[in-house]
């Protein structure tokens, strides 16, 4: 079964700062990836998404996420943080590849901005 | 374009009581998503619809709950009789298949 892993629970930038959070995928096939942005009480928007192709997606906020087979990684940086991108951070893979089967998320990265 | 719209946005409720979760996905999506959110457990899918027919519901966690889509634009996801543990944020998501999810904002459900 398709897993993920975030392995920051929280991360700790200064604004201005660059940032990557980690996330690393368990799928037998080339994987749909994702990650997701959520902020206090609301639902989860899509910051990028890797499905073939360049390994290097831009996103929007000024994100990118590069694929990386070998590592089975899929990490999210950003060159200079914001206090807005203070947030939760979910990673995601799709359940199987090319249907519409849902999606297998992370435990998240809460990212906290510091001034 | 309207995104996916869920209500109600707070639910408090006592424990045995029936809760009905409300989801209207966006237009022309074929794919209907309810996950639940908690601190211990994080994003769980609790079950799919493709085309209004659900496809998945291995991810319900027991009896209590039942999801129902009787047509494209209007899900439910009911529990009965609710249990404290199940507080949680429940989200529902929608896609045209194959692609992106975009979310609702949630139903903060809390059972005391």
């Known amino acids: 079964a398709q897993s993920v892993t975030q392995p920051d629970i929280h991360i700790t930038v200064s604004e201005g700062a660059s940032l990557e959070l980690r996330c690393n995928y368990s799928?037998?096939?080339?994987?749909?990836l994702f990650w997701y942005v959520q902020s206090p009480g609301q639902g989860l928007q899509l910051l990028l998404k890797?499905?073939?192709?360049?390994?290097l997606v831009q996103g929007i906020k000024g994100f990118e996420a590069e694929f990386k087979r070998s590592q089975s990684s899929f990490n999210l940086r950003k060159p200079s943080v914001h206090w807005s991108d203070a947030a939760e951070y979910f990673c995601a893979v799709e359940r199987s590849g090319g249907g519409a089967d849902g999606l297998t998320f992370g435990k998240g990265t809460h990212l906290i901005i510091q001034p | 374009d309207a995104g996916v719209i869920q209500s109600p946005r707070h639910e408090v409720t006592e424990m045995g009581q029936e809760v009905t979760l409300r989801c209207k996905p966006i237009?022309?999506?074929?794919?209907l998503f309810w996950y639940r959110q908690t601190m211990m457990r994080g994003l769980e899918l609790l079950i799919y619809f493709n085309n209004n027919v659900p496809i998945d519901d291995s991810g319900m966690p027991e009896d209590r709950f039942s999801a129902k889509m009787p047509n494209a634009s209007f899900s439910t996801l009911k529990i009965q009789p609710s249990e404290p543990r199940d507080s949680a944020v429940y989200f529902c998501?929608?896609?045209?298949?194959?692609?992106?999810?975009?979310f609702g904002s949630g139903t903060q459900l809390s059972v005391l």
């Open positions: 237009s022309g999506h074929n794919s």
């Open positions: 799928y037998g096939a080339t994987p749909y």
């Open positions: 890797y499905f073939s192709g360049d390994t």
């Open positions: 998501a929608s896609s045209r298949m194959g692609t992106v999810l975009f």
